[in-house]
């Protein structure tokens, strides 16, 4: 399974991919280009679970509004 998000750099392109071996790194390059691309998709995928928990939660809210508004409809 490999990575659904786009790289934003060249260094990352070269990276993740078979250019590692074929480019010059310091020590410890890799892994903080690596890293850093990481914690960005983590960041994503933690803001649009966030966000689709935020639109169920007012979903919820609208079908508990609507049917208390319902009962009080049907009440009287």
Known sequence: MGHRTKFRSMEELDAFTGWRRVSKWRAGQVKAIKRKFNKRVR????????????IV???MLADYMWDEWDEEVHDH
Not at 43 to 50: F, H, Q, S, W
């Open 43 to 54: 960041r994503e995928n933690r803001m649009l679970v966030k966000s689709e928990a935020e």
């Open 57 to 59: 939660d007012s979903q």
